[in-house]
């Protein structure tokens, strides 16, 4: 069978991606878009865990580096227009 020319990405690629998608989600002042995009990356790489085509792997992670730069562009965005009241959720109590 004659290979595609997709090179799948590395272990340690998938490793980055999925580390910076969760550092980039910290980054979110609102309590909610930070958790909804912890969760939602941590879900995202669950189901494509098992994943084995070097095609599907190669789509899921190109999917994966434009989320990043999504969620890079939308983090800076809120940080400008974010409320200067804290959520209840992101107050320590004393």
């Known amino acids: 069978m004659a290979a595609s020319g997709v090179a ?15 550092r980039v989600a910290r980054q979110f002042c609102d309590y909610n878009i930070r958790e909804y995009s912890k969760r939602r990356t941590i879900a995202a790489f669950r189901d494509n865990k098992n994943l084995t085509d070097p095609s599907q792997l190669s789509a899921a992670f190109s999917d994966g580096n434009a989320q990043l730069e999504v969620a890079k562009r939308q983090a800076l ?3 400008l227009y974010a409320p200067k009241v804290k959520s209840i959720m992101d107050i320590k109590p004393s």
Do not use: N
């Open 8 to 22: 799948a990405p590395t272990r340690t690629e998938v490793l980055q991606l999925y580390r910076s998608l969760l």
């Open 77 to 79: 965005v809120y940080s």
